[in-house]
């Protein structure tokens, strides 16, 4: 079976060995992403996509008209927006994220497969307040240098887990905003039964949003009681109505 996480990793030393260290600016001003999830609890929230193509998938919209789609899910009331700029497996670039970050006014999560602080100041620099880092990606380690150097810059960072022991990292290193991703990086596979089976090992003062497999209003009710958002690419970028699609996505949640 094809290790999709172990190619693009391999893929990702040689773009980031060609990457210039720069010096990181100061943040974009916009209100947080855990400040907006703090005003609606009483809402799913969600974090709208830009992608154009996954591993998996392969091409799901080449041609987007990457600020057109942005501002649709900004329109739509999302909590943040998600600009993929891996080149190579989807298709993206660091243009995407300078082009949206300048034209909305919402926190943006550049999307990438971080390795580097590199990465994480020319994030900073191309207008991204939020970054993933992705446990299986990285030592303990270096994913504590990572993250404690994207905190230092002011950036809320958005730590991926995919199962138990990852969840426990980080909770380790001190993470407040934790994604599971519903999808297999190994196999691409797409289960929201992950996002579920977690629930239990959930931590007080912690924000937790569902990643990946999220299509329909059904789907974002299974995972509305136990998780403050969801992130949503594939669907959004599939739909012809990106606005209406995302807004459907935004159903009640039952705050104990």
């Known amino acids: 079976m094809e290790n999709f996480l172990e190619k693009i990793l391999a893929e990702k030393q040689i773009e980031v060995a060609q990457m210039a260290m720069e010096t990181p600016r100061k943040i974009r001003k916009v209100k947080g992403f855990v400040a907006r999830l703090c005003e609606q609890p009483q809402h799913l929230q969600v974090i709208g996509?830009?992608?154009?193509a996954s591993p998996s998938l392969g091409a799901i919209n080449l041609n987007v008209d990457v600020l057109a789609q942005a501002k649709s899910y900004e329109t739509a009331g999302v909590s943040a927006i998600s600009v993929?700029?891996?080149?190579?497996?989807?298709?993206?670039?660091?243009?995407?994220?300078?082009?949206?970050?300048k034209n909305v006014n919402i926190?943006?999560?550049?999307?990438?497969?971080?390795?580097?602080k590199k990465q994480i100041a020319r994030a900073v620099n191309s207008g991204a307040t939020i970054v993933l880092l992705i446990v299986a990606c990285l030592a303990e380690n270096d994913l504590q240098d990572l993250y404690d150097y994207a905190i230092s810059l002011g950036l809320e960072v958005l730590v991926e887990v995919h199962n138990a022991e990852e969840l426990a990292i980080a909770h380790k290193i001190g993470a407040e905003l934790?994604?599971?991703?519903?999808?297999?990086?190994?196999?691409?596979?797409?289960?929201?039964?992950?996002?579920?089976d977690l629930v239990h090992l959930q931590k007080n003062e912690r924000f937790y949003i569902s990643e990946s497999g999220i299509k329909s209003a059904v789907d974002a009710k299974k995972v509305a009681h136990d998780f403050r958002a969801v992130l949503v690419g594939e669907a959004l970028m599939k739909d012809g109505n990106p606005t209406l699609a995302a807004k459907n996505l935004q159903v009640a949640r039952h705050v104990d």
């Open 178 to 196: 934790i994604g599971v991703n519903n999808r297999n990086l190994k196999t691409f596979e797409v289960d929201i039964q992950n996002s579920l």
């Open 84 to 101: 993929l700029t891996d080149p190579v497996f989807f298709k993206g670039n660091i243009d995407d994220l300078r082009l949206v970050a």
């Open 49 to 52: 996509e830009v992608k154009r």
């Open 107 to 116: 926190p943006v999560l550049n999307k990438d497969f971080i390795i580097d």
